[in-house]
């Protein structure tokens, strides 16, 4: 007899099991920095003292999912963030499809308040500065220091702060004039 759709055991979601969404055991995670949802339903922790990178990206994709004019985003492998109550308070989409699967990549976000936690990649996740207790220190300011500027032609507010802007990814298309907007030679 053939096996049907209602037969077969439900596909094991293994990637709930997997960074960044595996809860570390009590004192196998070396907390630096601790964040928070708006309401608090989700917390995580962070091992790593300083992102990799720390950028503002202007695309209108995260203007319009953010609500704001550029989103901070700072760049951690999956392996550096831990959520200590699990992942049962997050919420997914996929903006590409428009949809609330968790298919990568994804933005992650509480699924009560519904405050952007992160954006989840392949590869790497890409948290949101603001969301960091003791951000607004000295300490804070100079760990998450932003380096550049992506995607800054689609601005809609000039920031003249003296960091290297991109047409498109930083570091993979060209640099731009921060108020003319035209690309600048041998840089």
């Not at 994804?106 to 009560?112: P, R, S, T």
Request: glycine letters at 8%; proline letters at 6%.
């Amino acid at each position: 007899m053939p096996e049907t759709q209602q037969d077969k055991p439900p596909e094991r979601e293994s990637w709930k099991e997997q960074p960044p969404y595996r809860v570390h055991e009590v004192g196998n995670f070396d907390v630096k920095w601790k964040g928070k949802c708006h309401c608090g339903a989700v917390e995580y922790q962070l091992s790593r003292d300083k992102p990799l990178a720390s950028k503002y990206c202007h695309c209108t994709t995260c203007q319009q999912l953010h609500g704001a004019p550029f989103q901070w985003a700072a760049i951690f492998h999956k392996t550096d963030i831990n959520f200590p109550r699990g992942h049962h308070n997050l919420a997914w989409y996929d903006s590409a499809n428009k949809s609330r699967t968790h298919h990568l990549p994804c933005k992650v976000q509480c699924v009560y308040c519904r405050t952007p936690i992160m954006d989840e990649g392949r590869n790497m996740i890409l948290v949101f500065p603001t969301l960091i207790e003791g951000i607004h220190t000295r300490e804070g300011r100079e760990a998450f220091e932003v380096q550049s500027h992506m995607f800054y032609l689609q601005r809609v507010v000039d920031l003249r702060d003296g960091k290297p802007k991109f047409r498109g990814l930083s570091g993979g298309s060209e640099r731009v004039d921060e108020e003319t907007g035209e690309v600048v030679e041998g840089k």
